[in-house]
C-alpha cells in the first residue's frame, strides 16, 4: 500500500507539471507570434460530451506535446582545393603562386584536367600532399597519397620509386604535356626524374585504355608547376624551406621566387637533397646514399585575354647514388627537359585549342665498385666482378589538341 500511495503520488505530480509546462509553453507560442522554430508543437484535444460556454470555461483541458525532431545538419563535405584565375588576397596568391596553382589562365586548364578525371579509372592527387607527407620524388608521392588507389610504388632508394599501376610495370608518362621513357628500367624510373615539390597535380589513368592519351595499358598525367599572374602591377615573392629526416640524415633545402604582373609571370626553383646509408630496425645499414639537385624555371606570356604561351625547364643531377640489393649504382645521372605551350580559348574553328612540343634527354654512367655494395654483395669480390654501365635516351616532339563543347559535359 505505501509503494501503490507514492506511484499514485508521483503520478499525480508529474500530470500536474505536465498541465502547467503545456499551459505555459501555449501561452508563450500565443504571446509571441514570430517564434519560428518552437521546441514542440502542443496540441489541445477534448474528450467527453460537449458543453456549454460555461462549462468548457471550468472543464480541465489535456494538451498532448507532439515532438517534431529537427533533422541534424550533415557534415560538410571536404572539396579538393581549385584554382582561380582571380585571385586578390596576397596571402592566398604567395601560396598558390609558390606552388604553381595560382593566377595564369591554363589554371583553368588544370581544373578542366581534374574535371576528366572524375572517373572510376582515374586518380588525382595534388602535389601540395607533398609538403605534409614529406615525399621526395613524383613516384614517392604517388607511394604514399590516400587518393592514389590501384597504386602501388617500389622504393629501390629513397629518391628513386618505380611506381606500379594495378601491377602493370613501365607505362606512360606524360609530364605537363612531353612524353617521358626511364634510360634503363632498373636504375632509371619514369618518376624520378621529378621532384615532388613541383608539380601542381597529377592524374592516374588505369586503363586498360584513354581515348585522350592514345595507345597504351596506363597513363601518368603529371602537371607541373607553372608561371603565376598577379592583379596590380608587378609583384614577386620567395620561399624558403628545410626539412631533415633522422633516419639516413636525410637533408632537403628548396628555395623558390616567383614573380609577375597581370599578363606574365615567371617562377624558379633550386631544390638539394643529400642522405646517407639507411638503419634496418635489426641495427644494421643499408647502402643507400645519394646526392641529388634540380632546377626548375618557367616563364609565361597572355599574347591576348585567350591566348597564353608557356615556356619550361627541368634540369635534374643526381650523383653517388646506392641501389641496397641491386649489381650496380649510379655514379652520375643528369636530365634535361624542355616544354612551349600554346594554349587558346575561342580560336574560332574550335572552343579551346593546345599545342605543345618538347625535348628532354637523360644520360648516366654506374659502376659495381663501391665499399658499401661489395660489402652488401660479397659474391662480388668472390667472383671478381667488376662492373660498368652507362646509357641515355632522348624524347622529342609535338602534339596539337582542339576541343569543342562544355568542359561538364561531352567534348
Sequence with gaps: MTITGSFARVGFFLALSATVIAAHVESATADDPSTDKPASVVRQFDDGPELTSDEAANAPKVFQFIHEAQPAPLPAIPQPFLPSADVSDEASLFSESIFGTGGFRRSLLSQTRRDYAETITTDVILGSESQF???????????????????????????????????????????SGSYWFPARQDLDTMLSKIDSR?????????????????????????????????AGGFQSYGSTSLEYKTNGEQWYGRETVCGGAENWGFRAGYGNRTGNDYRTGS???????????????SLGYDLSPDASLEFSYLRL????????GQIFD????????????????NPGFFDAITIETWYNDTRFAGDAQRAGKRQQIPLLDQIGFIGFTNASNMSTGFSAAGTWGDTCCGQ
Design 133 to 175: 607527407r614529406v615525399t621526395t620524388d613524383a613516384g614517392n608521392l604517388l607511394g604514399k597519397s590516400n587518393s592514389a588507389l590501384g597504386i602501388s610504388t617500389e622504393k629501390r632508394t629513397p629518391i628513386v620509386t618505380d611506381p606500379r599501376i594495378r601491377g602493370s610495370g613501365v607505362g606512360s608518362l606524360l609530364a
Design 283 to 297: 641495427g644494421s645499414t643499408l647502402p643507400s646514399s645519394y646526392k641529388a639537385q634540380d632546377f626548375d624555371f
Design 317 to 324: 643531377d643526381q650523383s653517388k647514388v646506392e641501389f641496397p
Design 198 to 230: 613541383i608539380i601542381s597535380d597529377v592524374i592516374v589513368i588505369k586503363g586498360p585504355y584513354a581515348a585522350r592519351y592514345g595507345p597504351g595499358t596506363n597513363f601518368i598525367d603529371i602537371q607541373l608547376a607553372e608561371s603565376p599572374r598577379f
Design 330 to 345: 649510379l655514379r652520375f645521372l643528369a636530365t634535361n627537359a624542355f616544354e612551349l605551350t600554346y594554349y587558346e580559348e
